[in-house]
C-alpha cells in the first residue's frame, strides 16, 4: 500500500542547531515533493519544491533533500530560530496538480 | 489580496444536521481543493475542481458534495453530518502550470456532536 512517513515524534532542538526533518514514501513515484509549513490553527504555506531530477534545493536556511533511490526527502533548517517552531509537512506529486500529505513533524527550538 | 478565505472558522452541529464550508479565491485559480486534516494523519483528499463546473473525487469523498459554479468559489457541503466529520477543513487553490504550489485558507473546525 501507499505510505508517507514523516517523524512522529516531536523533534526537540537548541537554537542555533541545524534541524533535520526525514519524509520517506512508499508505492509512490512522485515527479516532485513540497514543504510546507503549518502554524497551530492556520492552513500550511508553502516553503519549497523539489524536483525528481534535482538532487539538492536550498532556499535562505532552508535545504531539502530528495533521493528517488531510497525514497526519502530530508528537509534542513540551519542555524534554527525559536520562529521555526511549527509542524513541517511533506507533500507528494500525484499527478493533475494533486498532493498527498505526510501527517507532519512538530519542530520545537528552544533558546 | 486576501488569498483563500474560508467561512465559517467554526462550527458545532448536531447528527444529521446539513452545512456548506465556503470557499473563495482572488487569484484567479483553476484548481481548487477540499481536504481535511484529523490528529495524526495527513490532509486528506475529498474533492477537488479543475475548473469551473468541474469536480471530481478525492481520496475520501464519501458523505460530501462540492460544487464550482463559479471561479472563485468552491463550495463543500455535508447533507447529513456524522460525528466522523468532525475535523478541520482545509480549503486550497492552485494554478495549472507544472509543479504548482498550493494556497491553503486558514480553515475551518467543525464538530458533529
Known amino acids: 500500500s501507499q505510505k508517507i512517513e514523516q517523524n512522529s515524534e516531536a523533534l526537540n532542538i537548541q537554537e542555533g542547531k541545524t534541524a533535520t526533518l526525514t519524509c520517506n514514501y512508499t508505492?509512490?513515484?512522485?515527479?516532485?515533493l513540497q514543504w510546507y509549513r503549518q502554524d497551530p490553527g492556520r492552513g500550511p504555506v508553502f516553503l519549497l519544491l523539489?524536483?525528481?531530477?534535482?538532487k539538492e534545493k536550498r532556499k535562505e536556511r532552508l535545504k531539502v533533500t530528495f533521493d528517488t533511490t531510497l525514497k526519502q526527502s530530508l528537509f534542513h533548517i540551519t542555524a534554527s530560530q525559536p520562529a521555526d517552531s511549527a509542524t513541517y509537512l511533506c507533500a507528494l506529486d500525484q499527478g493533475g496538480n494533486k498532493l498527498v500529505f505526510g501527517a507532519g513533524t512538530i519542530l520545537r527550538v528552544k533558546s | 489580496n486576501a488569498g483563500v478565505t474560508q467561512t465559517p472558522k467554526f462550527r458545532v452541529l448536531k447528527t444529521g444536521q446539513s452545512m456548506t464550508l465556503l470557499c473563495a479565491q482572488d487569484?484567479?485559480?483553476?484548481?481548487m481543493y477540499w481536504y481535511r486534516q484529523d490528529p495524526g494523519m495527513g490532509l486528506r483528499l475529498i474533492h477537488y475542481s479543475v475548473g469551473e463546473g468541474t469536480t471530481a473525487k478525492g481520496e475520501v469523498p464519501d458523505g460530501y458534495n462540492v460544487s464550482r459554479l463559479k471561479k472563485q468559489n468552491f463550495l463543500l457541503g455535508l447533507e447529513s453530518a456524522a460525528p466522523s466529520q468532525t475535523s478541520v477543513y482545509f480549503c486550497?487553490?492552485?494554478?495549472?502550470?507544472?509543479?504548482?504550489?498550493?494556497?491553503f485558507g486558514s480553515g475551518t473546525q467543525l464538530s458533529v456532536l
Open positions: 508505492n509512490y513515484s512522485p515527479a516532485y
Open positions: 486550497a487553490s492552485s494554478g495549472t502550470g507544472l509543479n504548482e504550489k498550493l494556497f
Open positions: 523539489i524536483r525528481e531530477n534535482e
Open positions: 487569484m484567479n485559480h483553476e484548481y
